[in-house]
């Protein structure tokens, strides 16, 4: 499981950008997460407030976008999606067969939005 981990660099991103604006507590994290991270997220929330708790963040809410992951076919131009498309684990374009493709979206984590706490 590396949620864990995941989230202890999310709160050290969090905790830079609470001191540089001079917020002393975070309310709630809004992120989107990409297909193709391999986070799963029942997990990332499952270890969140642990992880939290003594820092700024503590007792905030997380809220995670999952990001469908998008591919680019290399021989017919066409956009698909990857997962709905992979046979034996293998990405294949549904529209020409082509396993020749670029990951447009989807092996993203970017925090979008925090909520400050009130005082």
């Given at each position: 499981?590396?949620?864990?981990?995941?989230?202890?660099?999310?709160?050290?991103?969090?905790?830079?950008?609470?001191?540089?604006?001079?917020?002393?507590r975070?309310?709630?994290?809004?992120?989107?997460?990409?297909?193709?991270?391999?986070?799963?997220?029942?997990?990332?929330?499952?270890v969140?407030?642990?992880?939290?708790?003594?820092?700024?963040?503590?007792?905030?809410?997380?809220?995670?976008?999952?990001?469908?992951?998008?591919?680019?076919?290399?021989?017919?131009?066409?956009?698909?999606?990857?997962?709905?498309?992979?046979?034996?684990?293998?990405?294949?374009?549904?529209?020409?067969?082509?396993?020749?493709?670029?990951?447009?979206?989807?092996?993203?984590?970017?925090?979008?939005?925090?909520?400050?706490?009130?005082?």
């Amino acid at each position: 499981m590396h949620e864990l981990g995941v989230v202890l660099n999310m709160l050290d991103t969090l905790d830079a950008a609470a001191k540089r604006y001079g917020v002393s507590r975070i309310a709630s994290v809004s992120v989107d997460v990409g297909e193709m991270t391999g986070i799963v997220p029942v997990y990332m929330h499952g270890v969140w407030p642990e992880a939290v708790n003594g820092t700024i963040c503590a007792g905030s809410e997380l809220y995670i976008n999952m990001v469908k992951a998008i591919a680019h076919c290399a021989d017919c131009g066409k956009d698909y999606e990857v997962m709905e498309n992979a046979r034996d684990e293998v990405p294949m374009c549904p529209f020409c067969g082509s396993t020749r493709w670029t990951l447009k979206q989807g092996d993203q984590l970017v925090i979008k939005e925090i909520e400050v706490a009130e005082e």
